[in-house]
């Protein structure tokens, strides 16, 4: 049966579909070794995964895993582009799908790799070689019963792309085109992609030259609005707010950056001291 999950498309399915669809990702028919204890979750419908999540996808987390899916942008992630698919930051509907950070899998000669797990009957099936949005949507697809929306995917796609751009221009021409599509359509005006693609654009004009400041503090104030758990937003928040002038501000931003990604608490904590000077 096809998922009633908000936004994404809903279709009848056989059974027998093919597994070929799956472009470079492949499945392995046995069921996955048990992962490490998770390091992170992460709800599409804001709930606890227990709690109502037809599908569990645990995505690893390992460091080649991790080097596999984007060598050359430390801040990309599999898990964030798999969260970039679904249609909302935050919702209350199916909660069909959640997502977690997991320990290796047992497959590192072929990553990135990630395991669905069936809540009910616990079946479990691995993927490896998701090295792409578009990988990724259609494993969701085989094995979420989730279809992606086409606007997603290429949103997916284009912020990987900036992710690995060389310049902040590159950058810029990247997710500008994403945020206006995006924005313009109130399916996914409150969507983790949104989000996400307002954060990258906030810190290539950071780091432009002349820096558009005024730009990235809308940008990151936007960004923390859709998604106040992107805790990157508010890093970037916080240095906008700063080349504002605006102190207290970036006080502010700081401190819920540490509150949100409690693994950057010491650091906030230390920016927090330092920006109290300059009040």
Not at 43 to 49: I, L, R, V
Not at 192 to 219: K, M, N, Q, W, Y
Not at 222 to 241: F, H
């Amino acid at each position: 049966m096809a998922s009633t999950i908000s936004k994404g498309r809903k279709r009848q399915r056989s059974s027998s579909a093919p597994l070929g669809c799956l472009i470079s990702a492949y499945l392995i028919a046995n069921s996955c070794p048990a992962p490490l204890a998770p390091t992170a979750v992460w709800a599409f419908s804001g709930k606890s995964p227990t709690s109502s999540a037809q599908h569990i996808v645990k995505i690893c987390q390992n460091k080649d895993c991790r080097k596999r899916f984007s060598p050359r942008a430390p801040d990309g992630s599999l898990v964030d582009t798999i969260k970039d698919l679904l249609p909302s930051s935050s919702s209350d509907n199916t909660g069909n799908i959640a997502i977690e950070s997991s320990g290796c899998l047992s497959q590192c000669g072929k990553g990135p790799n990630l395991c669905v797990v069936e809540a009910d009957s616990g079946k479990e099936r691995l993927f490896y070689g998701v090295d792409s949005a578009s990988t990724a949507a259609a494993i969701l697809d085989v094995a979420c019963d989730y279809d992606p929306p086409v606007d997603l995917i290429m949103a997916a796609d284009k912020i990987s792309k900036a992710q690995i751009a060389s310049s902040p221009a590159e950058k810029l021409s990247l997710v500008t085109p994403v945020i206006e599509n995006l924005s313009s359509n109130e399916d996914y005006s409150s969507s983790r992609a949104l989000s996400h693609a307002l954060t990258i654009r906030a810190d290539a004009r950071l780091d432009s030259f002349p820096p558009i400041v005024d730009g990235a503090v809308e940008d990151s104030q936007q960004a923390t609005a859709i998604n106040p758990l992107n805790g990157r937003a508010w890093r970037v928040l916080a240095d906008a707010e700063e080349a504002a002038g605006n102190i207290e501000s970036a006080i502010g931003a700081t401190v819920s950056w540490g509150e949100v990604d409690p693994s950057f608490a010491t650091k906030a904590k230390n920016e927090v001291a330092r920006l109290s000077k300059k009040v």
